[in-house]
């Protein structure tokens, strides 16, 4: 490959999967912080770029019922607010950037552009909003007491969601509107920071984001979701989005985004599409092969049935084993990307989507073998699809300390990473230094002032 790529870790905002396996013990110390502060400062020693944290308010559930196998065996279950982590991470870093989670279904604009605007200051410019809908969303309804939006309402919600915040950042203050001029008293130039107004079809408002300008100005925007509206919405905002498919499914589901973020005018590498792998990595070939078949085994029909409900309201486990998933199933305002990847004319039966499920969960199949043997793998993927980098998924015993110890060092020997960070900001880290801002072409920037 001619470019560097880019390297961002993946981990839940909750308890590892692994944490009723023998010697996993203090996997279930996520509520301590220095297990996340450890987990950055793990991160940025390896040369990662971006630490990503999932987050949900969602739980799997089942005709308006919470699944109890996911409470008994923790499937999707307990998680602690990613948000509150971040100054902890960031306060142990000082390269690595920090991206969260937040539904544009359950948060409002005012909150989360306060929030994202903090966290830029706290983090000197290494955060990144990763963009969604929501996941679980079933579970999710049920807690706010609120009906199940349908799918593509949820799109169009999270579309004018982010127009707002945009506006909220963009919009209210110039880029020198603060002073803090004491020898005047001028705290800010009232002239130059504005009131945004917006009238959208969920959300309306008038007023001032009171924060001043971050590094960023706006937060590196991520996005999650391969259904046709995910692709749109990450085609018109997102400046990188998480995939995770086989490789055709994922050369389609790129080139579509670029397609669409030209037509946007943005260009085709506005957008950096990264790939959700793991690395099933060991001394030998054989070795990982039985690492992984172990894990596989480990995980039960019922754990992937749970598992699968979680992300698309779905209840394999009461279909035809022999048959594919039938069309009014198929149909879930809970999740389409989880669904859509198992639809088609060679749709793989029921039975094959609950193997697939407890061998790989939401990813493709793993990167396996060696670490010369994995990332040869890994390279190939990223040639054959047209990515840009990897999204890179705990490993078997929940930790990412193999990728760090065996994988990191092949790809830098091969010069597919930076060997140093580059420039200050996340923006920068993903797009080259001195990029800090929101690019003109991006519809954010039509909101800016002066």
């Known amino acids: 490959m001619s470019q560097k790529i880019t390297i961002g870790m993946f981990q839940t905002g ?21 297990y996340w502060t450890d987990l950055a400062k793990k991160c940025e020693a390896a040369g990662a770029d971006f630490l990503f944290l999932a987050d949900s308010y969602g739980y799997p559930t089942l005709n308006g019922s919470i699944i109890p196998t996911s409470i008994e065996r923790n499937v999707q279950f307990s998680t602690v607010d990613a948000q509150m982590l971040m100054s902890a991470m960031a306060s142990v870093t000082t390269s690595l950037g920090l991206v969260t989670t937040i539904s544009t279904t359950v948060e409002k604009p005012p909150i989360v552009t306060r929030q994202y605007r903090t966290l830029d200051h ?14 679980g969303q079933a579970g999710s309804a049920l807690l706010f007491g609120e009906p199940l939006m349908p799918h593509d309402d949820r799109y169009a919600k999270a579309d004018d969601h982010v127009e707002l915040s945009l506006k909220y950042w963009e919009g209210c203050w110039e880029s020198d509107a603060f002073k803090h001029d004491g020898a005047t008293g001028t705290w800010a130039d009232p002239t130059k920071v504005h009131e945004i ?72 590498d506005a957008v950096k599409c990264l790939i959700a792998g793991t690395f099933r990595v060991a001394d030998t070939h054989e070795q990982a092969v039985a690492d992984h078949q172990a894990v ?65 969960g939401v990813m493709g199949k793993p990167f396996l073998g060696t670490a010369e043997e994995a990332v040869d793998q890994a390279v190939a993927l990223l040639e054959e699809t047209g990515a840009d980098g990897l999204l890179v998924q705990p490993e078997s015993d929940g930790s990412h300390d193999v990728f760090f110890e065996k994988v990191m060092p092949e790809l830098r020997k091969r010069g597919l990473i930076k060997d140093a960070p580059t420039g200050t900001t996340l923006r920068e880290q993903l797009f080259g230094e001195g990029k800090k801002l929101l690019p003109d072409a991006h519809p954010g920037a039509r909101f800016r002032r002066g």
Request: aromatic fraction near 8%; charged fraction near 25%; proline fraction near 6%.
């Open 14 to 34: 909750g308890v590892r999967p692994t944490w009723k396996m023998a010697g996993r013990e203090t996997d279930a110390n996520f509520t301590d912080l220095d």
């Open 122 to 135: 706290l983090t000197k410019g290494r955060i990144g909003w990763n963009i969604v809908t929501g996941s």
């Open 197 to 268: 107004e917006h009238d959208g079809p969920y959300f309306s408002a008038k007023g001032v984001l009171v924060t001043p300008p971050s590094p960023q100005v706006t937060p590196t925007l991520f996005q999650a979701g391969a259904s046709a509206p995910g692709r749109a919405l990450a085609a018109k905002y997102a400046e990188a989005v998480f995939l995770a498919a086989e490789s055709q499914a994922l050369a389609d589901q790129i080139s579509d985004i670029k397609r669409l973020a030209e037509e946007n005018g943005r260009g085709r």
């Open 296 to 360: 596989t085994e480990s995980v039960t029909l019922e754990h992937a049935a749970t598992l699968y409900a979680y992300f698309t309201g779905i209840d394999l486990l009461s279909l035809d084993f022999d048959k594919p998933i039938p069309e009014s199933a198929a149909n879930s305002d809970n999740g389409r990307t989880n669904v859509e990847r198992f639809l088609g004319p060679n749709a793989p039966t029921v039975r094959e989507i609950l193997t697939e499920f407890r061998a790989n």
